[in-house]
C-alpha cells in the first residue's frame, strides 16, 4: 500500500521560504515519477512541480519558476519542494503525488495514482 506523508507546511511573511517533504513507502520509490500540486480555497487543483525518477528532469508551472525547487532523495524514499520568495498568493494545501505508469514528467495531475493528504502554506501579507 503506496503511503504519502507531506510535512514542512505552516505559516510564514511574505518574502519567505519553506521547504516541504514528502516521505513516501509502500512501492519503490526510487522508480516513481513525482509531483506537487496544491489547492487554493475555492480553486481546483494546479500543478506546481514534477520530477522524474532519477532527478535529471524536471517540470515547474510557468508562473514558479526561479522561485520554487523539486527534488528528490531516492535513499531516503524522500521528495523535497523549496519554495522561495513566498506571495500571499503561493497560500494552498500543497499535495505531493506518484505515479509508476509513466517516466514522462507529467503536469497532468489525471497521471498520477497516489496523493498524499496535504499539507497547508499560508503566506501572509
Known amino acids: 500500500q503506496v503511503q504519502l506523508v507531506e510535512s514542512g507546511g505552516g505559516l510564514v511573511q511574505a518574502g519567505g521560504s519553506l521547504r516541504l517533504s514528502c516521505a513516501a513507502s509502500?512501492?519503490?520509490?526510487?522508480?516513481?515519477?513525482m509531483g506537487w500540486f496544491r489547492q487554493a480555497p475555492g480553486k481546483g487543483r494546479e500543478f506546481v512541480a514534477a520530477?522524474?525518477?532519477?532527478?535529471?528532469?524536471?517540470s515547474y508551472a510557468d508562473a514558479l519558476k526561479g522561485r520554487f525547487t523539486i527534488s528528490r532523495d531516492n535513499a531516503k524514499n524522500a521528495l523535497y519542494l523549496q519554495m522561495n520568495d513566498l506571495k500571499p498568493e503561493d497560500t494552498a494545501v500543497y499535495y505531493c503525488?506518484?505515479?509508476?505508469?509513466?517516466?514522462?514528467?507529467?503536469?497532468?495531475?489525471?497521471?498520477?495514482?497516489?496523493w498524499g493528504q496535504g499539507t497547508q502554506v499560508t503566506v501572509s501579507s
Open positions: 503525488a506518484a505515479t509508476w505508469r509513466t517516466t514522462y514528467v507529467s503536469t497532468n495531475s489525471g497521471t498520477y495514482d497516489y
Open positions: 509502500g512501492r519503490t520509490f526510487s522508480v516513481a515519477t
Open positions: 520530477i522524474s525518477w532519477s532527478g535529471g528532469r524536471t
